[in-house]
């Protein structure tokens, strides 16, 4: 039996999706045979009672309000959380965390300082992947092809250049928070706006029209392919988080030449941003100019609805099977008497 502490919850956008996740990995160790603490970054260790209240209930078809994020980030102590016993006496932290917190590097420096195993990239790779402007700059040096795209503000001529439509995004935070699609200037401060509500730096990426593909990578191992077909014009927040509200399909249906593509790149992304344990890569498709590299997640949703299980799954690892094998990836590190975070 594993001494496993799942951290969780956080003070941002994704606390919802973060906690649903939770309630799945808490689940399937646990079932295993386990020891299994939840500890979340905003109120600490939660007892039986809080632990259903927060992981039970799912993902909102909204994210927390700004005003409902300001309060609990007044609330977290981030760096008195590496004193609690429950991270302290475990065989190993697994994070499930979303946003700028988890998955930018900072929660990785205090468990790394502290000397505490835990799941997933380090502080580096994860600060990498989280900047969508510094990771797709890594993209194009490893050859791999992304969007084009600008940094807000941004020159008139350059806005021409990416063309329209646009997708505006805020540059460090994920699950499609503060993501808009503009079709004319007319929407473009709304957008803009809309954005810095999340982040202080806002990206301009060139829409790509055709179908979305998403890779999982475990342990430096490519998995299935799966295609996403949402029912809005782009895979939002409700769409990724409402059962029903996306077809998802894995493997996809897609020539062999083309399964084989997408998993060499989604590896070739994963590497150069020096990650490891596990991550998922998510593309487009344009016609001619092939796949397109959107992002990389480095701490991939673990819901109901969450597509790097359902990668999995297509290649014969059950859920509990990938919660295993995440720990295991991290347990193997300190046997091999590494840091944390190498």
Not at 33 to 62: C, F, M, N, W, Y
Not at 76 to 81: K, S
Not at 158 to 186: C, E, H, I, M, Q
Not at 289 to 305: D, F, M, R
């Amino acid at each position: 039996m594993t001494r496993i502490t799942v951290l969780t919850g956080g003070s941002t956008p994704e606390r919802d999706v973060a906690f649903a996740g939770a309630g799945q990995v808490v689940r399937a160790l646990r079932r295993r045979g386990h020891e299994v603490a939840v500890v979340d970054t905003v109120s600490g260790p939660l007892d039986a009672a809080t632990e259903r209240a927060l992981i039970e209930p799912g993902v909102g078809k909204q994210p927390p309000s700004l005003d409902e994020l300001r309060a609990l980030a007044a609330l977290e102590r981030l760096q008195n959380l590496t004193d609690l016993p429950e991270l302290r006496n475990a065989d190993v932290v697994f994070l499930v965390l979303h946003g700028r917190q988890g998955e930018g590097g900072e929660i990785q420096t205090l468990l790394e300082s502290a000397g505490i195993a835990y799941t997933g990239s380090g502080p580096l790779a994860s600060g990498l992947a989280m900047d969508k402007d510094i990771a797709k700059r890594l993209f194009r040096a490893a050859k791999i092809p992304t969007p084009d795209w600008e940094i807000w503000p941004v020159a008139a001529e350059a806005v021409t250049a990416l063309g329209f439509p646009l997708v505006v995004k805020p540059s460090k935070v994920g699950s499609s928070v503060g993501l808009s699609v503009v079709d004319s200037r007319n929407g473009l401060e709304t957008a803009v706006s809309t954005a810095l509500q999340y982040d202080d730096e806002v990206m301009l990426e060139q829409f790509v029209a055709g179908p979305e593909y998403t890779v999982g990578v475990l342990d430096d191992r490519a998995l299935a392919v799966g295609e996403i077909i949402p029912q809005h014009s782009t895979f939002d927040y409700e769409c990724k988080y409402t059962p029903g509200k996306t077809q998802e399909i894995f493997p996809a249906q897609v020539p062999n030449e083309l399964t084989v593509l997408l998993q060499t790149l989604a590896l070739r992304a994963h590497k150069a941003l020096k990650l490891r344990d596990f991550s998922r890569v998510d593309f487009k498709v344009a016609g001619e100019s092939g796949p397109q590299c959107l992002e990389v997640n480095t701490l991939p949703g673990l819901t109901g609805t969450s597509l790097l299980p359902q990668s999995a799954a297509a290649c014969g690892i059950e859920f509990a099977e990938l919660c295993e094998a995440i720990c295991t990836t991290a347990l193997r590190r300190v046997q091999r008497g590494n840091k944390p975070g190498t």
